[in-house]
């Protein structure tokens, strides 16, 4: 069966830019109705890739808040009247080291990429159940799965997002919900940057990232892949 035969419906955070926004092109390309979590819905005026096809709504979501979680939860069903497909893809960097960098910084770097998908995924869950194929991708991080560098702060939040990945596995999985931990290295987006950086061309790229993600989604509740690490350059544990 494919996702137009379905009717499946996805929701995606961060959809208004970088990987977030491949996702929501490739999944819209695949028949998906999409429920884009953006913080400006009205600013959100860029819709190349998610012409005709499936329906697409741009709602709002803003990670910093508690509330929002539920109120996009709400407003997707509402809309579509089901939920299939949670991606959790909004997220930010900060440089917090073990020397450097605040209170406030790493408080963020939590509340954005930890706290706000636990409450997505919280709220979502019963719909995903229903679902009997429920989907949750994590983006979360290499930096989720070694210390290549100084910057604890987002490497914590990283490593659990791939535990709240886990976490998901363990209590939805009799009820079909499967869910994977994604971990790119460096993608070619506004994010990716710094001193250690690749050159932008040896970056990998969005739009194949999200086809690798949009192929793990489609595939059935026996073949689950549960961690999908994605290099560009070369690892020598990973
Ligand atoms: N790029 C990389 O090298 C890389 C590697 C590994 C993992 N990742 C992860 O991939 C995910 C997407 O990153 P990206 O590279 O696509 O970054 P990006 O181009 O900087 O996009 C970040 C997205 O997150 C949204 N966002 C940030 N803070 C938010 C908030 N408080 N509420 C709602 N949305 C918020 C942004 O919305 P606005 O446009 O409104 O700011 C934007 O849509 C992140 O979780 C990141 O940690 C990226």
Not at 87 to 108: K, M, P, Q, Y
Not at 196 to 215: K, S, V, Y
Request: aromatic share 4%; net charge positive.
């Amino acid at each position: 069966m494919t996702s137009q035969d379905m009717g499946r419906v996805a929701m995606i955070s961060g959809a208004n830019r970088g990987i977030g926004n491949a996702v929501a092109r490739r999944l819209h390309r695949e028949g998906y109705r999409l429920s884009l979590g953006v913080r400006r819905p009205a600013a959100f005026t860029d819709r190349s890739g998610l012409e005709g096809g499936g329906e697409v709504a741009a709602i709002a979501y803003e990670a910093a808040e508690v509330a929002s979680a539920t109120r996009w939860v709400d407003e997707t069903m509402a809309r579509f009247g089901r939920i299939d497909v949670l991606v959790n893809n909004a997220g930010i960097h900060r440089n917090v080291t073990l020397e450097s960098g605040g209170e406030d910084e790493l408080d963020e770097l939590l509340a954005i990429n930890v706290k706000a998908p636990f409450r997505l995924i919280r709220a979502a869950l019963p719909h995903l159940k229903a679902s009997g194929a429920g989907r949750v991708v994590n983006v979360a991080s290499m930096s989720g799965k070694r210390a290549r560098n100084l910057a604890v702060g987002y490497q914590m939040s990283k490593a659990a997002m791939v535990m709240l990945t886990h976490a998901v596995r363990r209590i939805g999985w009799e009820s079909g919900v499967r869910a994977v931990a994604v971990c790119p290295g460096y993608v070619r987006t506004d994010m990716a940057g710094g001193p250690t950086a690749p050159p932008r061309d040896q970056m990998t790229d969005p739009d194949e990232l999200a086809g690798l993600i949009a192929t793990v989604v489609g595939l059935s509740n026996t073949a689950s892949v549960a961690e999908l690490l994605v290099n560009c350059q070369y690892e020598h544990m990973l």
